[in-house]
């Protein structure tokens, strides 16, 4: 329950610094930039063009030595990004897609998902009117954590124009991270069933995998109920191909806190990064 305790504190304080620290240490040089210089980080709108038929842009963080940011569950220490786009024109939506992260050790706060050095976030667009130019204005809080955690705020501000004419760098970096963003529902690696358990310190989810490229390096990220935390996973056995996996549950009593509830599994191994759908019985 340690690591809980500790999620939950970090959480509280972020939030109680937000109103004091947003904008961080810097602040972009007008209120049309597109790009925002901290002294932890350097957050930039990029446009993407047309990547598979579907108009692009990103979100570019580039984190200095030392730090990380977060994923949409950040695990235990931190918090995830906050991607408000209520100011753009000429948009009817949004859409953030969100690269596989990696998990962190942190021997005070538990553990922590999320990014270090570079992540980019894809962002679907999708305009009002097509023939129009998107004004894309964003206002991003995002959280950092290097030897403490703190909150940083910027806003941004970029124009799509109607026919894309994109940075060939910048297509191809947003295409890089594109295939690192999980599959939702894709072929590769199978959910043969998934339960709780009782164990000796802590409930257990315990998640039975089909696939290739399933092996002790191969990662679950559990979204679940918000108070419910799921560390990192302990492969057991690889059994008539099923790889057997078991992930201690901090923030319940026991294993029927989570019966019937539903639970999104991101899965990444050597050859997939898939997103799964699973019901406890």
């Not at 994923?71 to 990004?81: E, F, S, T, Y």
């Not at 790889?243 to 806190?257: C, E, K, M, N, S």
Request: hydrophobic share 45%; net charge positive.
């Amino acid at each position: 329950m340690r690591a809980f305790f500790a999620r939950l504190s970090i959480v509280l304080a972020l939030a109680a610094a937000l109103p004091a620290l947003a904008g961080g240490s810097a602040r972009p040089a007008s209120a049309a930039a597109s790009e925002a210089v901290f002294d932890h980080s350097i957050v930039r709108l990029m446009d993407g063009g047309n990547i598979d038929g579907e108009r692009m842009a990103g979100v570019d963080i580039r984190l200095r030595d030392g730090w990380k940011t977060y994923w949409r569950v950040p695990g235990d220490a931190g918090a995830p990004p906050v991607f408000d786009w209520s100011k753009s024109e000429n948009l009817a939506s949004a859409t953030v897609l969100w690269p596989a992260p990696k998990r962190y050790a942190d021997p005070e706060a538990g553990e922590a998902i999320g990014y270090k050095h570079r992540v980019v976030f894809p962002v679907r667009v999708r305009a009002r009117d097509a023939g129009k130019p998107v004004i894309l204005r964003l206002s991003l809080d995002y959280a950092l954590c290097k030897e403490m955690c703190i909150p940083a705020h910027a806003d941004l501000e970029i124009t799509l124009p109607a026919r894309a004419a994109p940075d060939a760098a910048d297509s191809a970096l947003l295409a890089k991270f594109i295939k690192q963003v999980p599959v939702r529902d894709g072929a590769g690696i199978m959910v043969a069933w998934a339960r709780m358990r009782s164990a000796h310190r802590r409930p257990e989810l315990v998640v039975a995998l089909k696939g290739e490229g399933l092996d002790e390096m191969t990662e679950i990220y559990v979204e679940g109920p918000p108070l419910a935390s799921f560390c990192h996973p302990r492969f057991i056995s690889a059994k008539d191909g099923v790889a057997r996996y078991f992930l201690p549950v901090d923030g319940i009593t026991g294993p029927d806190d989570l019966k019937g509830e539903t639970l999104t599994l991101t899965i990444v191994s050597s050859k997939s990064r898939i997103e799964r759908r699973v019901k406890l019985p």
